[in-house]
């Protein structure tokens, strides 16, 4: 077992970076969207309640993309 982890740490680093990356997105979209509603008089979501909304799939994506979009 430690032979494995020594031979593929690094592989296994950024795969749960990898993993972990969505995961942070879709919390901080969370509290993003709840900031947006609270300032808005609405009550806040759950996390839940976002990741089925139309809201989680706008915010994690990348500034690049709106360069695509304008040329």
């Avoid at 969207?33 to 990348?62: H, K, M, T």
């Amino acid at each position: 077992m430690k032979g494995f982890l020594r031979g593929n740490g690094l592989g296994l680093g950024f795969g749960l970076l990898f993993l972990l990356s969505p995961a942070g997105q879709a919390i901080s979209g969370e509290a993003l969207l709840d900031e947006r509603r609270l300032a808005d008089g609405n009550d806040p979501v759950g996390l839940l309640q976002y990741l089925v909304s139309s809201d989680a799939g706008a915010v994690p994506s990348p500034t690049g993309s709106s360069t695509w979009v304008r040329t």
